[in-house]
Each structure stands twice: as C-alpha cells, then as structure tokens.
Nanobody, 126 residues
Framework: QVQLVESGGGLVQAGGSLRLSCAASVRTFSGYYMGWFRQAPGKEREFVAG????????DYVDSVKGRFTISSDNAKNGMFLHMNSLKPEDTAVYYC???????????????????WGQGTQVTVSS
C-alpha cells in the first residue's frame, strides 16, 4: 500500500506560481509511475503530467506544456509540480497518483493508477 499526501495548493492571481508537493510512503520511486491529475467542478478528472520512476521520462497535457514542470526526488520520497503562468482555467483540485511502472503506456488514464492522494485545491483568480 502506498500513501500519498499532497500539499502546496492555494489561491493565486493569474500569472502567478505555485509548487505542489506529493509525499509518498515508499523508499524509492523505482518501479512506479507517478502522475498529477486535476478535477474542476463539473468536469472529469484530467491528466496533467506524469514522470517515470527514474525521473528520466516526463509527459504533459498540451494545455500546461511550457508552464508546468513535474519532478521527483527519490532522496526525499517526494514528487513536485511547479506551476508557472497560472491561468483561471487551471483552477481545480489537484491529485497525485502512483501505479506500477508498466502503466506508463496508459499513463494518461486515471484508471491505470492504484494509489491516490486526497487532493489539494488550486484557485487562480483573474
């Protein structure tokens, strides 16, 4: 069982930045694929970004490319989402998720992930 705890959400003005953190109860991310998803009111949960256990491969949804950066730190058992140039449409509850490394082929599918955090609210005001 992997436990994930997000932090770092909040209220920010458009154009601002936030860094989300995800603390994981694993010794290493090796063997796992990690992702960030978000869900806005009335919308389905959406893939935002993903990263392989080694940190060598990343993936982003087109709407955040060039603005968001996903990273991981095995020494700290943490995964991060650096969000810059935030827009009102980025407003959502953000979730970190983890699954076995073989899910990489279907990494944009929320059903492929086994473990989820409780979510952290990000609100971007215009």
């Amino acid at each position: 069982q992997v436990q994930l705890v997000e932090s770092g959400g909040g209220l920010v003005q458009a154009g601002g930045s936030l860094r989300l953190s995800c603390a994981a109860s694993v010794r290493t991310f090796s063997g796992y694929y990690m992702g960030w998803f978000r869900q806005a009111p009335g919308k389905e949960r959406e893939f935002v970004a993903g990263i392989s256990g080694s940190g060598g491969n990343t993936d982003y949804v087109d709407s955040v490319k060039g603005r968001f950066t996903i990273s991981s730190d095995n020494a700290k058992n943490g995964m991060f989402l650096h969000m810059n140039s935030l827009k009102p449409e980025d407003t959502a509850v953000y979730y970190c998720a983890a699954g076995r490394s073989y899910l990489a082929a279907v990494r944009r599918n929320a059903d492929a992930y086994d473990y989820w955090g409780q979510g952290t609210q990000v609100t971007v005001s215009s």
